[in-house]
């Protein structure tokens, strides 16, 4: 059983930059495969990014086309802790963002992680 619980959201302009932090309980956390993932109004929930466990250490890092080389995805094991770094957010930008980790499947589709936090909402002003 993981809980998953967001922070970090908030209103910023756009250009601005916020990161995410999603704490999880679980002493197997380093072995979760950790994605991000955000729903804005009338739209469904889209991958963002994820940090996908390979075994070991090994963690391989994806990102959605539309945040490439603005976000970033990290973890912390050792306080049982990932990350959402977001660089140079954009009105698009806008909407609930969920952490979640993976129960198996590929790291793309949300029906692959089966923990979820509540979301933590990030609007970016033009």
């Known amino acids: 059983q993981v809980q998953l619980v967001e922070s970090g959201g908030g209103l910023v302009q756009a250009g601005g930059s916020l990161r995410l932090s999603c704490a999880a309980s679980?002493?197997?956390?380093?072995?979760?495969?950790m994605g991000w993932f955000r729903q804005a109004p009338g739209k469904e929930r889209e991958f963002v990014a994820a940090?996908?466990?390979?075994?070991?250490?090994?963690?391989?890092?994806y990102y959605a086309d539309s945040v490439k080389g603005r976000f970033t995805i990290s973890r912390d094991n050792a306080k049982n802790t990932v990350f959402l770094r977001m660089n140079s957010l954009k009105p698009e930008d806008t909407a609930l963002y969920y952490c979640?980790?993976?129960?198996?499947?590929?790291?793309?589709?949300?029906?692959?992680?089966?923990?979820w936090g509540q979301g933590t909402q990030v609007t970016v002003s033009s």
């Open positions: 679980g002493r197997t956390f380093s072995s979760y495969s």
């Open positions: 940090l996908s466990w390979s075994g070991g250490s090994i963690y391989y890092t």
């Open positions: 979640a980790a993976s129960t198996g499947g590929s790291y793309y589709y949300a029906k692959s992680y089966g923990y």
